[in-house]
């Protein structure tokens, strides 16, 4: 049975106390996810799911209610910063995120986008409240920590005992590499923002469904395929790259985010291809899925999925092989 909002009582007692009953579930939810760590792992994609019900039964209003006494409840139980981080800005953002677009009707895609920009907002509101809470700058924090692991690796290999000369070396690439994960972290956070939005898509069309509410399908991976405009995304991102100033300018900048950006999204796409022909001739999707994740780490293959994505977009290789067996 299908649960649909509530109607003349919804200015009444029972929104408020539907509200705090699923801020209290949601608080045993982050209880659980902070004390029991493999659980945890997926009971926090499961985090904003009860205000994305309160939403659907009574309103953004209601939703921004339950999200106020989940962090009241959350900082009597597991402490301020917790509180803070994971009730406004992971359960906060990307609850109310979701629940308007579930509201509303939204697609997948849309979905998904707005729950990327919610975690992205998410991210940068830590960002703001993290000096005056903790004392801590988060991005210097982080540039710390990775400048701390490159010498523990440098002290390791030598410890191995290898030459030295080749443990320069090695430490001068890496940082190399961190420069420019530096520059194009902007990027970086942007994916793996995306990836979060889409894995509490994921649970939520896991949990929804089960309570009666319609949660909008995404297209099967085995389709996915690049839209041709992203082609002209990526030259003039390489054009601009070319023609910036030496040097570390904004604009360069900006052009090795588009770049790196792109590139991931069509090593998506390249995988997505590699699935489909995968599972024309594998009748399992998890072995199917199992070769994609080998073949792509695979030093080839991985540099070469960006390339086949690219190319798919324009070809289209799957309309190409199903005409060919149609014949």
């Excluded at 410890?159 to 940082?175: F, I, P, R």
């Excluded at 190399?176 to 994921?202: D, G, N």
């Excluded at 590699?274 to 994609?292: E, H, N, P, T």
Aim: with cysteine; net charge neutral; proline share 4%.
């Amino acid at each position: 049975m299908i649960i649909h909002r509530g109607n003349g009582d919804d200015t009444g007692v029972r929104p408020l106390a539907e509200s705090a009953l699923l801020a209290a579930i949601t608080v045993l939810l982050m209880f659980i996810g902070a004390f029991l760590p493999l659980a945890g792992l997926f009971v926090v994609l499961a985090w904003p799911v009860p205000v994305m019900v309160v939403i659907m039964r009574h309103g953004v209003r209601y939703g921004v209610m339950a999200v106020v006494v989940t962090v009241l409840l959350a900082t009597m139980f597991l402490g301020l910063l917790q509180a803070v981080f994971a009730g406004v800005t992971l359960v906060g953002f990307i609850g109310v995120a979701f629940g308007v677009g579930l509201d509303r009707n939204w697609n997948a895609p849309t979905l998904i986008g707005a729950g990327t920009v919610a975690v992205t907002l998410a991210f940068l509101v830590a960002i703001l409240i993290s000096g005056p809470l903790m004392g801590v700058d988060l991005l210097e924090q982080m540039q710390f920590m990775m400048d701390e692991s490159i010498e523990r690796a440098a002290d390791m290999y030598l410890g191995l005992g290898l030459d030295s000369e080749q443990v320069e070396e090695t430490v001068e690439q890496m940082q190399v590499t961190m420069v420019y994960l530096k520059m194009v972290f902007p990027a970086v956070f942007m994916f793996s923002a995306l990836m979060y939005a889409l894995w509490t898509y994921l649970m939520t069309r896991l949990i929804l469904p089960r309570l009666g509410y319609v949660v909008p399908d995404l297209a099967p991976f085995a389709i996915w395929r690049a839209p041709i405009w992203l082609a002209f995304v990526l030259l003039a991102a390489f054009v601009v790259d070319i023609a910036a100033p030496v040097g570390e300018s904004l604009l360069r900048m900006f052009a090795r985010n588009v770049l790196f950006a792109t590139d991931m999204i069509y090593r998506v796409f390249g995988i997505s291809l590699l699935y489909y022909f995968a599972r024309r001739y594998l009748r399992s999707r998890w072995l199917a899925g199992g070769l994609c994740a080998f073949l792509s780490l695979n030093g080839v293959v991985f540099l070469l999925l960006p390339l086949v994505g690219i190319m798919d977009s324009g070809l289209d290789f799957r309309g190409r092989f199903q005409s060919r067996v149609t014949r």
